[in-house]
């Protein structure tokens, strides 16, 4: 009797093990053969690089994130496990939904969609006391003008 309590304790803890919740990982970007999912660019520039990883494990990368951006706003969000930004001020990769953002035109990105990611708002804050821009959240991205800025 004492055994088979056991058992069904153990395999009750397997079980529970097994059904939770799956966590998506952000991979090294490899700037010799990684290339953007929308614009097909090398992503030579791996500090603005993004990726996303899909709820079966395949990973897919973006050389700036507006590219990403673009992806979610025409596939949307149901097949995505998560999503990544390389940290402005660091090489920490951030999930895109905790990020904090600063846009301006003049910001120079890699497709010049002008949109730099921190970790916290102080942080972004920091950043635009030296290069004025408008702060955002991730909510904001999905109603952001996309369009490539032109750099004078």
């Known amino acids: 009797m004492k055994l088979s309590r056991i058992l069904l304790v153990a ?27 929308i614009c097909n660019m090398s992503i030579t520039h791996v500090d603005y690089a993004a990726q996303t990883v899909l709820k079966n494990g395949d990973p897919i990368v973006f050389d700036d994130l507006g590219c990403l951006m673009d992806y979610i706003l025409q596939n949307g969000e149901g097949d995505i496990g998560a999503s990544y930004i390389r940290a402005t001020n660091s090489s920490d990769w951030l999930n895109i939904k905790e990020a ?6 003049d910001y120079w990105t890699p497709m010049n969609y002008g949109v730099l990611a921190f970790s916290s708002q102080d942080e972004a804050e920091k950043y635009m006391n030296e290069e004025p821009g408008e702060l955002l ?11 490539v800025h032109e750099h004078e």
């Open 100 to 105: 904090v953002y600063v846009y301006s035109k």
């Open 137 to 147: 959240q991730y909510d904001d991205l999905l109603t952001l003008n996309w369009g």
């Open 11 to 37: 395999m009750s803890i397997l079980f529970l093990a097994a059904c939770s919740e799956k966590t998506y990982e952000p991979r090294a970007v490899n700037p010799e053969t990684d290339v953007c999912q």
